[in-house]
């Protein structure tokens, strides 16, 4: 036994505890290294399969499973495309773009509204083109682990055998009739719902899910000409026959928060998880022209230019131009919790949660997510080299991760523990902790509870004891002849604490009478009404 002394830590030691973390230690590979302080610096090269979503949980940090489908232009999309038609006769010439001449009927749809499987193929194109476009842009522009990743999921041809999803009636020009109905005859589930746009949302979950991507949003092309248009930050955008490429870029612009630049739109209007202003709208507040709006992807058809409004909007502001936008240059929190550490024996140990942490939305109505992961973990002793350390599940890749970190001192006094945890964008947090390891107790004998001195108290142990068999150091018996008698009585008296008085140092013989007094007084009476020795 040994008194327990306090011991510094430094740093952020949790109050919580930590339940039902398992016992095992993850050892760490048995390799030091030196790694850089100021980033790691692997040189990683873009890798589309890194944005998948490779954690545990199938939607991003802090997202709702069916409000939270489409945040910002970050992370992995599936893109599904529904090709929809009914059998009715519609006025081709009622609409919104007219035929150039009549020939463009050999082209497009002028009589029935049917698609014709080379006009489903020359849309899959463009669409995507579309996705491609974005793709590309996120790629020359961000750090590996902060991409935009768009793959297109063509439903009829996972679903209906490539035909197009035929529904009783998918109405005019803008119309949402008949959404659901083509949900539906992909999972009977989904016609439940009275709202086509919750009914996308369930189905945009429930594909994201299948898919590990972050996201998902649901595009429904008729065949007949139209005003495609989007719902900001999904879950869908409705499409035509004679939407070009750009169309779906543009639209894809509004599911990532982007807002339209063109016509009567205004500098203030705010959108997007960055709560920030359309600034290359076309007019001022008010409507004064806008002398300093340009062409863009969001104002101009044909136009693939981002502007700096809508590169904000759709969460690609990058502040410190570090390559990672400001959504994902964020830094991993840790909690850790020091207490199971034994100073006495000189066992550190760390019970360590981690998670990534999301950039709070300066929109208020806004919830905060991320889809940056953890990536590494690392330890080092003393300021030594760096050892690679395993979470407690056995996997990195996750929003969350726990580890333990124990280590045993052969040398007494303090020893510095660093720790080290990386996201998926090769930012890290960094703590130290200071463990002091304790000197071997000294055992003076006589001293039976170990309080460093030997005194009365330790006279009434031997005392309480005398003529036990079986006994320990700490039941008096100093010997280790396993009794507890005189001979450790001798002991107790010949190392009597100099701290005592030198008056009450007894002698063996006046302790015999005085061990008969304290085992009077230790021990349980029934009456104190007869207090004699
Ligand atoms: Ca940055
Ligand atoms: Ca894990
Ligand atoms: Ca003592
Ligand atoms: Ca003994
Ligand atoms: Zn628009």
């Not at 495309?81 to 009549?102: A, G, T």
């Not at 879950?235 to 639209?251: A, M, N, R």
């Not at 990058?318 to 550490?341: H, K, R, Y």
């Not at 190392?495 to 005085?514: F, I, K």
């Amino acid at each position: 036994m040994v008194a327990i002394r306090t011991w510094a830590l430094i740093g952020i030691i949790s109050a919580a505890v930590i339940i039902g973390l398992p016992h095992n230690l993850c050892q760490g590979e048995v390799l030091g290294f030196e790694i850089d302080d100021v980033g790691l610096g692997d040189g990683r090269q873009p890798n589309r399969n890194f944005m998948r979503n490779g954690s545990n949980d199938q939607v991003p940090f802090g997202a709702d499973s069916i409000y939270d489908t489409a945040e910002y232009a970050l992370g992995s999309y599936t893109h599904n495309i529904l090709f929809i038609q009914d059998d009715q006769l519609r006025d081709l010439d009622d609409r919104e773009h007219p035929k150039v001449s009549p020939d463009d009927c050999d082209t497009i749809n002028c009589g029935m509204v049917h698609w014709s499987q080379s006009m489903l193929d020359s849309r899959k194109q463009r669409v995507e083109e579309s996705a491609s476009y974005w793709n590309e842009e996120s790629e020359s522009r961000h750090h590996p682990g902060a991409q935009l990743d768009i793959t297109v999921h063509f439903t009829n041809d996972i679903y209906n055998e490539g035909a197009p999803f035929t529904v009783d009636d998918i109405g005019n020009t803008s119309s949402s009739v008949g959404f659901v109905d083509a949900l539906g005859l992909i999972d009977p589930d989904y016609a439940q719902y009275s709202s086509f746009s919750t009914a996308t949302r369930h189905f945009n979950d429930d594909i994201r899910r299948a898919k590990n991507s972050h996201w998902a949003v649901t595009t429904f092309i008729k065949p007949y000409y139209g005003r495609a248009s989007a719902s900001i930050n999904g879950p869908y955008t409705k499409g035509y026959e004679d939407d070009p490429s750009w169309t779906y870029l543009h639209e894809l612009g509004h599911i990532f928060g982007a807002l339209d630049e063109y016509g009567s739109h205004e500098t203030d209007e705010i959108s997007g998880y960055l709560h920030t202003h359309n600034t290359n709208a076309a007019n001022l507040p008010g409507g004064e022209p806008n002398e300093n709006s340009i062409s863009a992807v969001m104002k101009t058809h044909g136009v693939h230019t981002i502007s700096d409004g809508t590169l904000n909007a759709i969460g690609w502001r990058d502040t410190d131009e570090n390559t990672i936008p400001d959504i994902l240059d964020t830094n991993p929190t840790l909690i850790a919790d020091t207490s199971n550490s034994q100073p006495a024996e000189r066992i550190f140990q760390a019970q360590i949660n981690t998670s990534v942490s999301p950039l709070v939305s300066p929109d208020p109505a806004e919830g905060d997510y991320t889809i940056n992961t953890l990536t590494s973990a690392q330890y080092r002793v003393n300021r030594e080299l760096w050892t690679n350390l395993l979470p407690v599940d056995g996997d990195f890749g996750d929003y969350t991760e726990e580890f333990l970190v124990e280590r045993t001192f052969s040398i007494e006094g303090n020893h510095y523990i660093d720790f080290r945890i990386t996201n998926s964008v090769g930012n890290y947090t960094q703590q130290r902790f200071e463990f002091v390891a304790l000197p071997d107790p000294v055992v003076i004998p006589g001293d039976a509870n170990a309080d460093g001195l030997v005194d009365i108290t330790d006279l009434g142990i031997v005392g309480v004891n005398f003529n036990i068999t079986g006994a320990e150091f700490s039941d008096g018996d100093f010997n280790s002849d396993l009794i507890v008698d005189i001979e450790d009585l001798g002991i107790l008296g010949a190392n009597w604490s100099m701290a005592q008085e030198p008056s009450l140092v007894p002698e063996p013989t006046s302790l015999g009478l005085l061990i008969g007094a304290m085992g009077c007084l230790t021990r349980p009476r029934r009456s104190t009404d007869h207090f004699i020795s």
